[in-house]
């Protein structure tokens, strides 16, 4: 799913710190192989904003203090394992990053020292514990990433980050949820992906002003009724879970405009997930679907629909009334025939139907007038042995992909498809392609043998 920035932006412009001037406020010395932070840098007492990132850097020497106007400091993706103690004298850092070092837990507390820090992001510092004394006196912290550690709980004093918008959890050992994140009452955005959560407690319904929030790939069996309470929530990802269904409370979620389903034990279609009439994109690849419910056609806004790896026999006339759809994936389902009334879908741009049970090509595509990338290699399921001269109708497809298929030929109109830029064709029983093809006014790229590629260009 969609996620939101993490990490720190990228500089967007490079400075020599060599032909830095006393009054130069930002400086760009990323990735440039620095082993030290070069001293011209340190005597640049007007520098507001540095980036240092992806260097070698071991350590933060002393005269750090200098840079007392410092307000931005990147220093993710080095080799740093201590923090000297007058990193802590830069009394208006607000922005600090040392992810990707291997820091030494004992030497963090000097962290705590920067009382106007609003964000700091400790990705993949190999964390076990977070320091007490860190939590104690960063009142106006509003971001915390601690993504990629060993963590498995947080500290009581975290209660005291009461101005916390942003929490960043992912790929830790977290087995019980934080209870002490339900008392933040400003967040909005928890990930907790890729932990071991079994529960998520019911006291996360005093997170009111909670948007997002992400728990895919835990342990979770039901979710708590009162989450029906964060009323500002916009974007649930639930995926790969062991969930069976969702409390109908969540009916309530009106704002919600993006849904994780994925990798649930679901078989039906949550009957919570029909009322979300503001939903822009949906999840719901293997969920063990058989069917889908008539109130589906209620997600007139939906624009991306993920059915794939299902139990679906066919496509069910409702899904063709959903028109403002752009991306629709039915892959690995068993689905042997297309509605007449596909054609509704005037905006869909991509559309997968790799792995099914087509006894031949489903011509109800051809008149997806915006199609652009289509989707119908078989690594499963029935083979194609045609492809009709129809496809030609389809001027704006850019990408075919008709691989693991039984086609001896390709239709001369492929190569009168003015916008096609991909073929790929692979694993089929092709001995040649048509010259239509070789001679077309325009660069397609052919994959049409297993590990060789072509692009013919006039």
């Known amino acids: 799913m969609l996620k939101p920035e993490e990490h720190s932006p990228n500089a967007h412009h490079r400075n020599d710190p060599h032909q830095a001037t006393d009054r130069t406020f930002f400086i760009d010395a990323s990735s440039q192989s620095l082993t030290a932070i070069p001293s011209e840098i340190l005597a640049l007492k007007e520098l507001e904003e540095i980036h240092l990132e992806n260097n070698q850097i071991e350590e933060i020497p002393p005269d750090i203090q200098h840079l007392k106007n410092v307000k931005i400091l990147y220093l993710n993706k080095n080799n740093l394992r201590r923090l000297c103690p007058e990193l802590g004298t830069l009394s208006n850092l607000e922005g600090l990053d040392l992810s990707s070092n291997p820091l030494v837990t004992s030497s963090l507390p000097v962290i705590s020292c920067l009382r106007t820090l609003r964000e700091l992001r400790l990705y993949d510092t190999g964390l076990k514990d977070i320091p007490a004394v860190m939590c104690k006196t960063l009142h106006h912290l509003q971001l915390l990433g601690l993504t990629k550690n060993h963590l498995q709980s947080l500290p009581r004093e975290i209660v005291n980050q009461t101005k916390l918008r942003e929490i960043y959890l992912k790929q830790n050992e977290f087995q019980v949820f934080p209870q002490e994140l339900c008392v933040l009452y400003n967040l909005e955005i928890i990930d907790l992906d890729e932990n071991k959560v079994k529960v998520i407690p019911e006291e996360i319904g005093n997170l009111t002003r909670l948007q997002k929030f992400y728990v895919a790939y835990n342990c979770l069996s039901f ?4 989450l029906s309470q964060c009323s500002k929530l916009s974007v649930l990802d639930l995926s790969h879970n062991l969930l069976h269904s969702i409390p109908r409370t969540l009916e309530a979620l009106t704002e919600m405009t993006e849904v994780g389903l994925s990798g649930n034990r679901l078989e039906k279609v949550p009957r919570p997930v029909c009322k979300w009439t503001s939903l822009h994109l949906l999840y719901l690849r293997d969920t063990r679907l058989h069917a889908l419910r008539r109130s589906l056609k209620r997600l007139v806004n939906l624009r991306y629909l993920d059915l794939s790896q299902n139990h679906l026999d066919q496509v069910p006339p409702l899904l063709c009334t959903l028109k403002n759809l752009e991306i629709l994936a039915l892959d690995d389902n068993k689905i042997g ?15 997968g139907l790799t792995g099914n049970e087509f006894a031949s090509f489903p011509e109800e595509v051809f008149a ?3 199609l652009e990338k289509l989707y119908i290699g078989q690594d499963q399921g029935s083979k194609l042995t045609c492809v009709p001269e129809n496809i030609g109708k389809l001027q704006n497809l850019k990408e075919l992909y008709i691989e693991n298929n039984h086609l001896e030929y390709l239709p001369e109109s492929l190569g009168s498809m003015p916008n096609l830029e991909v073929l790929d064709c692979r694993h089929n029983l092709l001995k040649q392609l048509p010259d239509t093809i070789c001679q077309a006014q325009a660069s397609v790229m052919v994959a049409w043998t297993h590990g060789m590629e072509r692009t013919w260009e006039i």
């Not at 979710?223 to 009162?226: A, H, I, N, S, V």
């Not at 025939?337 to 559309?351: G, R, T």
Request: net charge negative; proline share 9%; hydrophobic share 45%.
């Open 223 to 226: 979710l708590p009724e009162l």
């Open 368 to 370: 997806l007038e915006s």
């Open 337 to 351: 025939q297309l509605p007449s009334e596909l054609s509704a879908l005037s905006k869909l741009k991509i559309l």
